[in-house]
């Protein structure tokens, strides 16, 4: 039903920006909360980010309040993450996943994903 492809991931300094880019196919993203997550080695997946489809209503995980912005372009079809201010804690594979709806910060409710983008950030 809907068809997620993250890009634009990276090898970076820490303090350094990068811009991630979610490409929607499908049905109407409009319909979709969408929302980023995080996993890196060894632990669970992570709420980020998240953006309601009419674009306005936004949260964040309390590690990136400040230093991430998520927006979207729904004529598009895209949601992108700008990420300034990055930490080698930020190391991880970034997911975008679309939740019909009002969206949720829990990854197991979602049922749409992208293939994840590497986000690797050096001290």
């Known amino acids: 039903q809907v068809q997620l492809v993250e890009s634009g991931g990276g090898l970076v300094r820490a303090g350094a920006s990068l811009r991630l880019s979610c490409a929607a196919s499908g049905r109407s993203l409009s319909l979709y909360a969408v929302a980023w997550f995080r996993q890196a080695p060894g632990k669970e997946r992570e709420f980020v980010a998240i953006?309601?489809?009419?674009?306005?209503?936004?949260d964040y995980a309390d590690s990136v309040k400040g230093r991430f912005t998520v927006s979207r372009d729904n004529a598009k079809s895209m949601v992108y993450l700008q990420m300034n201010s990055l930490k080698p804690e930020d190391t991880a594979v970034y997911y975008c996943?679309?939740?019909?709806?009002?969206?949720?910060?829990?990854?197991?409710?979602?049922?749409?994903w992208g293939q994840g983008t590497q986000v690797t950030v050096s001290s």
């Open positions: 996943g679309a939740h019909r709806g009002l969206g949720s910060i829990r990854p197991d409710s979602y049922e749409y």
């Open positions: 953006v309601a489809g009419n674009g306005y209503n936004t």
